[in-house]
Nanobody, 122 residues
């Protein structure tokens, strides 16, 4: 059984940085495309970033492009999301997802973590 666990959320001031980590166990990490999604209070969950199996291709939502970097370490079964220049509108629960077809749509992912809260104070 595949388990996905996020960590690294917290409270940060606007303009600050935060790094999220996603660890995957119980499956072959290198066979999963990986993605980050987020859900703000009262809003639908939305795509943030995705990365291909080898890490050679990355994709970002327009709202975070230039401020966020997604990466992965297949030797550690781990994916990362480095977030800089954070804004209050980045406040949300951030979810990690794994799937064979992962890109920007939720249905493309098979396994999800429980989420980690990111709060940006203005």
């Amino acid at each position: 059984q595949v388990h996905v666990v996020e960590s690294g959320g917290g409270l940060v001031q606007a303009g600050g940085s935060l790094s999220l980590t996603c660890e995957v166990s119980g499956g072959t990490f290198s066979s999963f495309a990986m993605g980050w999604f987020r859900q703000a209070p009262g809003k639908e969950r939305e795509f943030v970033a995705a990365i291909s199996l080898t890490g050679g291709q990355t994709y970002y939502a327009d709202s975070v492009k230039g401020r966020v970097t997604i990466s992965r370490d297949n030797a550690k079964n781990t994916m990362y999301l480095q977030m800089n220049s954070l804004k209050s509108e980045d406040t949300a629960v951030y979810y990690c997802a794994a799937g064979e077809l992962g890109y920007e749509f939720e249905y493309e992912y098979d396994y999800w973590g429980q989420g980690t809260q990111v709060t940006v104070s203005s």
